[in-house]
């Protein structure tokens, strides 16, 4: 039998990082080592070098720790007393152990991995052997601050992968050159579709120039368009609360460092804030009103941009920033509601995810851990029967699903919809969560058929999360090729000389009036290089317009998909994008 196939890739990757560790030990002695987890396909450890270490470096460790695998060292477990393990690992001279050791519970064993002359203080498990560990690599290097504080020390991050074949290793690699030339943040800048101007406006807050505007807007009338056929009713907010509802709310107590500082109204005596949520808004909306048991289900959804004090490290291209547009809904509902609001949300988010593409996902059911007393508020009653209910809806509904006990938010269950993009990578989208808490805090009422005033039940409800970060996401997925319904321009108008440009407009006007986005391109160069460009701009449709098309009165339709598809009249064409449009 195959030894390596019997390690667990968790124990391989670990024990990777302790191999590179021991490498780096080895290379560059004084070197103080912090944590080394194995991560999601792969393996980090932070350092402290004394002097920085460089990119071109990494060669070196890793043949390093070929050297090292190659002896085969047997990876063997010791246990040592705390006060003997904390002398130990002060006698090394390694600060950010001697920490670690101290933040452990008293009474706990404390054990260290050893491979030959290095050992690291380590839960475990591990591999057998340095002989093991075959298939690895080191990718790349990045800051990280101890303990993930900025007011501690700057570390080095060296990033590796590991995996239990050479084909594993080899398609793992192919995909991270892949998901490289699909990076975002590269086509954003390359279609021209927003930028970040951190010196002159904010760091995290994105600018979204015409054509990525144009995206927002087609994504978001999308899901406004089947909200509406799924019974939504759209309101709007504004940007600024008032924080005394944050301190009602929950939020104030719960979610104070992710809002930005207040704004002070020295005239009122209020505090303002930036609405980083939307909840408490739409149920103060909802309190505006008076409800009987025949209003609901009711569904307020917004499309509300909401502002986060994000910290500037984990800012990271669209996917984490501080201005993010929710499309957001609460739906009001009573508890026997709360299965057929579920599902219905559940068709609405299949509807959407399937119209983008995503035909994989699987639904991660947050439940209440076990713990006494913990952070789960309401009563039992309530969360079994509300986890009962999401649990049938989903197997109703043939909706894959795994149970995370002990993930779920204070207030309730949720369900987080996890999606696998074209390069099989999973990204967490659409959500929906149960609330039997802030609808009470909050006041919310409605009359029963007994005329007796009930509380609400809340389900928060997000299908693509946030335009900004689902866009990042839809850029990776298509490679910046968009879909003919979604692209920014559709078509590019391209007359072979300066003759045909009068035609070639007259055809844009047209289809412009037919609800098109089409443009000429006009400029004074070759049709070879105005070709190209439109090829790298990834525009779906290209006209390509001379004399027999002016004497014919055609257009010669070329689909970045399907290549040429010859001449055909104005008509036949438009009958064609319709086609595609409404695909
Ligand atoms: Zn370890
Ligand atoms: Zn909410």
Redo the contacts with the bound molecule.
């Keep these: 039998m195959n030894e390596a196939a019997q390690d667990t890739l968790y124990d391989l990757r670990h024990s990777t990082a302790h191999l590179m560790a021991q490498a780096v030990s080895e290379l560059y002695p004084g070197v103080k080592f912090a944590i080394g987890p194995p991560i999601e396909d792969g393996f980090y450890y932070d350092l402290e070098f004394s002097s920085p270490l460089k990119e071109e470096d990494l060669a070196q460790i890793e043949s390093k720790m070929r050297e090292i695998a190659g002896r085969n060292l047997p990876i063997v477990r010791e246990e040592k007393e705390r006060s003997e393990a904390r002398a130990f690992v002060e006698a090394l001279d390694q600060p950010y152990k001697v920490a670690l050791i101290d933040d452990l519970p008293e009474g706990e064993v404390i054990s260290f991995y050893r491979q030959g002359d290095w050992i690291d203080l380590c839960r475990g498990p591990h591999v057998a052997s340095t002989g093991r560990l075959k298939h690895f690599k080191l990718l790349h290097i990045a800051g990280a601050y101890w303990r993930g504080s900025e007011k501690n020390k700057m570390l080095t991050r060296i990033y590796g992968t590991a995996w239990s074949t050479k084909q594993e290793l080899y398609d793992y690699l192919k995909r991270l050159e892949e998901a490289k030339l699909r990076d975002h943040r590269k086509l954003g800048k390359e279609l021209g579709l927003f930028v970040f101007a951190s010196e002159a406006i904010g760091s995290g807050i994105p600018l979204f120039l015409p054509k990525g505007e144009m995206l927002r807007h087609t994504m978001e009338s999308y899901v406004r368009e089947v909200q509406t056929r799924y019974g939504y009713k759209h309101v709007w907010t504004g940007h600024l609360v008032r924080e005394d509802l944050y301190k009602k709310s929950g939020h104030f107590e719960n979610y104070a460092d992710v809002m930005f500082p207040p704004m002070r109204d020295e005239e009122a005596g209020i505090n303002y804030r930036l609405k980083p ?3 408490p808004s739409h149920m103060t909306l909802f309190n505006t009103q008076y409800h009987s048991y025949r209003d609901l289900p009711l569904r307020y959804a917004e499309f509300a941009t909401l502002y986060r004090y994000e910290k500037t490290g984990e800012l990271n291209g669209l996917t984490r920033v501080r201005a993010l547009t929710q499309d ?1 809904c ?1 739906i009001f509902c009573t508890e026997a509601q709360i299965e057929s609001e579920f599902a219905l949300a559940l068709k609405l988010i299949r509807e959407v995810l399937t119209r983008y593409g995503f035909e994989n996902y699987r639904v991660r059911l947050s439940l209440r851990g076990e713990e006494p007393g913990g952070k789960y508020v309401a009563d039992d009653e309530k969360w079994t029967k509300a986890t009962d209910a999401l649990r049938s809806a989903m197997i109703a509904n043939d909706v894959e699903f795994f149970e995370a006990p002990g993930e779920a938010a204070f207030y309730g269950p949720k369900a987080d919809f996890l999606a696998k993009d074209a390069l099989g990578r999973e990204w967490q989208i659409s959500t929906i969560q149960v609330d039997f808490i802030q609808p009470a805090r909050l006041g919310c009422k409605y009359m029963d058929e007994e005329s007796k005033e009930r509380t609400p039940v809340v389900l ?1 409800r997000a299908v693509t999360g946030t335009t900004e970060r689902f866009l990042g996401v839809l850029i990776e997925q298509y490679a910046g090729a968009f879909p003919f319904w979604l692209a920014p321009q559709q078509i590019a108008l391209i007359p072979i000389t300066d003759k045909h440009y009068e035609y070639a407009n007259a055809v844009c006007v047209k289809l412009n009036a037919a609800g098109f986005r089409a443009e000429v391109d006009a400029r004074n160069e070759k049709m070879g290089r105005r070709i190209r460009e439109a090829e790298m701009q990834k525009i779906p449709v290209m006209l390509i317009l001379g004399d027999k098309d002016i004497e014919s009165e055609t257009v010669s339709v070329r689909r970045r998909t399907e290549g040429d598809l010859g001449a055909m009249s104005l008509e036949d064409a438009i009958a064609l994008f319709t086609k595609w449009r409404d695909a």
Excluded: A, K
Aim: aromatic content about 0%; glycine content about 0%.
């Design positions: 949520m939307n909840c957001d609460h928060h």
